[in-house]
Structures are given as structure tokens and as C-alpha cells.
């Protein structure tokens, strides 16, 4: 019973170690090659906020004309917006997609939760189909944004999900638990009318942006370097209110004063079909 119990409790530290900041203090000099050091802050960036930008409206417009169908009151809301979503639409190829085939449409690739390659990693994310270029913007971190000084003890408690941005902002990215009903708690709060402001279905099975799965990208070994990188993108004011039901990010406190934050993972190479993605969970600002 005690030999079970103690094999339970060592793998369950095998995937929790990596967040556990004194283990990862002491083993720093022991695992270079799954580090990522930049100069300075500014440096963390591959990509600029508007390359992001617009990689993500790519697909969230052909998502939108895909689901249009399923609101109509948001369909006569915004006649003009369809007008554009459609012309966009017959430019990527045609009839209306949904999910990984909108990906696929619009990005050229899919990428799909898996059982990991890594022994003891539990979940991971492979590209299923097509090729990811270098510079690519692959996949979202989502889940509930904390700033600094905002309370996070309750959910943080066996939650090997909580990312830490540079400048200290956290990012909750657990689908279970209390994590799961705070972000449906702040989603639902800060709707405007018909539309949702952020997308509530990465908490399930089946999320409806295919991107929205980063979360589950395990960390780099010696054996499988990095081949895509956490990147912070901070959400323009003039991202278009139609799309933003597609976010999988939403602030914990409804007046903060800062664009929403977001998390994307960047390729770092050409990344194809069946491979596994893997990245970096530390940046070493030097």
C-alpha cells in the first residue's frame, strides 16, 4: 500500500516539478538546453502583436461566417461584417468550415490534443495535419488573466496550469475545478448584448478555436528541444467585437485598466505533420 502510494505521489512530482520554482532554481544549470534566454524583455518577441493579430482574424473570420448561421441575431447585427467575413472566406477557398478544418483553411495546418510522447507527460499537442513555417503563430494559452496584485491562492492550489507572464501577470489556463468556474463566471459578466467577449468552450472536449489548446504543450527535454516559444500579445482595443467570442482569455477583474492579455506560442522552426510540440517553460532574461 505505502510502495503504491509513494509511486502515485512520484508521478505526480515528475509533472509538477517543473513549476515548483525551487526545484527549478536548483536544476537550472543541469538543463541549458531546455532554456530560453533573451537579452531583454523587449527581445521575448518573435512576432510582432500585429503579425499576431493578424494570423488570428484570419481564422476567427472564417470561424465567424462558419457559426453565423447559429445567431441569427448577430447575423443582423452586423450585415456589413459578413459582407467582409465572406469576401475573406471565398478568398481562403469557399463553403463554410467549422474547427480544424477552418485551421486547416486558413492557417494550413491543424494541430489536436494527444497523449504525449514523454513518459509521464500525460497530454500533449501535435500538428495533425499540413506544416507549420517558422514564425507561425501555432497556438493560445487560454484561461483567466490575473494582474500582479490580484488573488489567485484558491485556484493556484494543485494547478500545474498557472503561466507567468515577464512583467508578472498570470494567466489560469485550468479547464477543471474552481479555475473552470471563475473564467464562465467573468465570461458571462462581461457580455455586451449579443455578443460574448470571450470563448468558454476550450473548457470542453471540443473547442471551437482549434488554437486553444496551448495549455497543453509540454516542456522540452535534451532529448526533444523546443521547436515552438511562449509569447505575450496584448490584445488591441480596435480587435473587431464580432471576433472577440473566439478569444479563450478573460480578466479576472472587469475594470482593468490594460489591454486583455493573451499568451501564443510562436514556431521556432518548420514544424510537420505528427510531430509533437514542445516548448520552453522558462525565459531567462539576461
Avoid at 20 to 33: A, D, H, Q, R
Avoid at 117 to 145: C, D, H, I, S
Avoid at 216 to 242: G, L, M, R, T
Wanted: hydrophobic share 35%; net charge positive; with cysteine.
Amino acid at each position: 500500500m505505502l510502495r503504491s502510494a509513494l509511486k502515485r505521489f512520484l508521478n505526480k512530482w515528475k509533472s509538477y516539478r517543473h513549476r515548483f520554482v525551487p526545484w527549478v532554481v536548483l536544476n537550472l544549470s543541469k538543463n541549458e538546453k531546455t532554456l530560453r534566454q533573451v537579452t531583454e524583455r523587449s527581445k521575448d518577441k518573435l512576432l510582432s502583436d500585429e503579425e499576431v493579430s493578424v494570423s488570428l482574424l484570419k481564422l476567427f473570420r472564417v470561424l465567424y461566417r462558419s457559426h453565423a448561421a447559429d445567431h441569427e441575431e448577430l447575423r443582423a447585427a452586423q450585415t456589413h461584417f459578413l459582407r467582409q467575413v465572406t469576401s475573406d472566406e471565398e478568398q481562403c477557398g469557399g463553403k463554410p468550415v467549422c474547427g480544424h478544418d477552418a485551421m486547416l483553411q486558413s492557417l494550413g495546418f491543424c494541430i489536436d490534443r494527444k497523449p504525449s510522447m514523454l513518459q509521464f507527460a500525460g497530454t500533449g499537442v501535435f500538428v495533425t495535419r499540413g506544416f507549420v513555417p517558422k514564425g507561425a503563430t501555432v497556438a493560445m494559452y487560454p484561461g483567466t488573466v490575473y494582474q500582479a496584485y490580484e488573488p489567485i491562492l484558491l485556484q493556484s492550489i494543485r494547478n500545474p496550469f498557472v503561466f507567468r507572464c515577464i512583467d508578472g501577470v498570470l494567466i489560469d489556463g485550468n479547464d477543471k475545478g474552481i479555475s473552470k468556474m471563475v473564467y464562465k463566471s467573468c465570461s458571462g459578466r462581461d457580455r455586451i448584448g449579443p455578443f460574448m467577449m470571450s470563448d468558454t468552450s476550450w473548457l470542453t472536449a471540443s473547442p471551437q478555436n482549434p488554437l486553444a489548446v496551448g495549455q497543453y504543450v509540454n516542456n522540452c527535454s535534451n532529448e526533444w528541444p523546443a521547436n515552438v516559444c511562449y509569447q505575450e500579445y496584448d490584445v488591441p482595443n480596435k480587435f473587431p467585437i464580432e471576433l472577440r467570442q473566439y478569444l479563450p482569455n478573460i480578466n479576472y477583474c472587469q475594470d482593468t485598466q490594460r489591454p486583455l492579455r493573451c499568451v501564443v506560442l510562436v514556431s521556432l522552426r518548420d514544424i510537420t505533420a505528427g510531430e509533437e510540440l514542445f516548448s520552453n517553460y522558462f525565459t531567462i532574461v539576461r
